[in-house]
């Protein structure tokens, strides 16, 4: 099937007991077992099906099948929020002592988690430079577990060199994690060398900015087993489980050692599952994603274009409006858009920055990105302001930089009310 209909039909074209054609709400905390054979099946991993809601739910389900099967993945893991996503990435192969390298260009509140909150678990993230890959490679050693970065990241908005990082984790059995937020439906990481997809579903796959989500995708395709010592927590017997060890537990159910470990470890023992409620409303949101995203990006361009022609503004960070490696990752990785995150500086810095935020009539002034609404923000004194003035500045965040999420209005009132703002900045 193709992405129009997958979005539409994949896990669930009815429910059996009920005929319902929409996916119902499972607002249960357990489940009935047929016998005390079945109970223990399930515990015992013998065989897969609802335990309690903290680990799986029916709803959940579906919209986890639907964006594996989108991504081109083998399985997926809601969880409660694009961080605790992230945050599960990591520490599913990382133990105390361990290493990860992470890209600098990173959303703030990632750059946060990776610097401080895994350094005081024991964790500790290396921090390379997109635009020189072969730092990747020298950042790796024994103790290395995997490559994180964002597809589109937020909001340096420079498309992360997906093929090139992922051969140099392939050369080391490590594996690369791609947090595709930002570019779901017009970038497939799985198909240029990414391994495991994270997801704020927060963000576009709702696309409705009503509920807080997560997930994680597992591309299969990495070989863990071959791997051998560096990822000895999938494959030497893991005490908080009967002793199972992950590469072969999986194997009778698919190449799914790490969504299972993530799973039946990590969900059940930290608890950051998602709501039935929220998985309902991320199903709403996905049904329309392609409309939706193609209506971002063409939006997004067009205001790009307007904003580098106007007197007023010194800068516009657009993928399509770069150059050289930039421009040529962008338009290779980013297959059908770039995106509907817009960056610009005003000539007049952060004073005139912040009048043009305060005079926005239709843009919102929030904290998120990927509503159906046009959004913006003043990442230096919100989304970032954790980090200091070199670290802003290594994530793409200058003191006057303004940041559009551009929404699915008629293109003409977007226009308008930009064209305000900047008279009154």
């Known amino acids: 099937m193709k992405e129009e209909t997958i979005v539409l039909h994949t896990g669930h074209r009815r429910d059996e007991t009920t005929t319902s054609v929409a996916v119902p709400i499972y607002q249960t905390t357990s489940y009935q077992f047929d016998n005390t054979e079945h109970a223990s099946k399930l515990f015992s991993l013998q065989e897969l099906g609802n335990i309690y809601t903290r680990i799986m739910n029916p709803t959940c389900a579906v919209l986890e099948e639907r964006m594996a099967k989108l991504e081109g993945g083998v399985a997926a893991m809601a969880v409660s929020s694009g961080q605790?996503?992230?945050?599960f990435s990591i520490q599913n192969i990382c133990h105390s002592g361990d290493n990860f390298i992470s890209s600098t260009d990173l959303y703030g509140g990632t750059w946060n988690l990776f610097n401080n909150t895994m350094k005081e678990m024991g964790i500790e993230c290396r921090f390379v430079d997109p635009k020189k890959p072969e730092q990747f490679e020298n950042a790796i050693d024994e103790k290395t577990r995997c490559i994180y970065g964002e597809t589109l990241p937020n909001p340096k908005l420079q498309v992360f060199p997906i093929e090139e990082i992922g051969k140099i984790g392939k050369k080391h059995h490590v594996p690369l994690i791609l947090?595709?937020?930002?570019?779901?439906?017009?970038?497939?990481?799985?198909?240029?060398?990414?391994?495991i997809v994270v997801y704020s579903t927060t963000k576009y796959i709702g696309g409705h900015g009503l509920s807080i989500g997560g997930l994680l995708i597992d591309g299969g395709n990495f070989d863990w087993e071959k791997a051998g010592d560096r990822f000895k927590m999938l494959n030497t017997p893991d005490p908080s489980y009967h002793g199972a060890v992950w590469s072969e537990a999986a194997?009778?159910?698919?190449?799914i050692a790490y969504i299972l470990r993530a799973r039946v470890i990590l969900l059940r023992d930290l608890g950051s599952s998602m709501s039935p409620f929220n998985a309902f409303t991320f199903i709403q949101g996905l049904e329309t994603l392609p409309l939706r995203m193609q209506r971002h990006c063409e939006n997004a361009k067009e205001i790009a274009d307007y904003l580098s022609k106007?007197?007023?503004?010194?800068?516009?960070?657009?993928p399509k409006l770069m150059s050289g490696d930039h421009l040529e990752?962008?338009?290779?990785?980013?297959?059908?858009?770039?995106?509907?995150?817009?960056?610009?500086?005003?000539?007049?810095?952060?004073?005139?920055?912040?009048?043009f935020i305060d005079s926005l009539k239709l843009?919102?002034?929030?904290?998120?990105i990927?509503?159906?609404?046009?959004?913006?923000i003043h990442p230096s004194s919100t989304t970032h302001s954790q980090l200091s003035e070199d670290e802003k500045l290594s994530a793409g965040v200058t003191p006057g930089y303004i940041r559009l999420s551009i929404g699915l209005e008629h293109i003409d009132d977007l226009l308008e009310d930009l064209e305000q703002a900047l008279n009154n900045s």
């Not at 990752?329 to 009048?355: P, Q, T």
Request: net charge positive; charged share 25%.
């Open 84 to 87: 605790a996503a992230s945050t």
């Open 179 to 195: 947090d595709n937020t930002a570019a779901p439906y017009i970038c497939k990481p799985f198909n240029h060398g990414a391994n």
């Open 251 to 255: 194997k009778p159910l698919g190449p």
């Open 310 to 318: 106007h007197d007023k503004v010194d800068k516009v960070i657009y």
């Open 329 to 355: 990752r962008a338009n290779k990785y980013m297959e059908k858009g770039h995106g509907a995150l817009v960056g610009f500086e005003l000539k007049d810095g952060v004073d005139a920055g912040k009048k």
């Open 363 to 368: 843009f919102y002034h929030v904290a998120n």
């Open 370 to 376: 990927g509503d159906a609404r046009s959004l913006a």
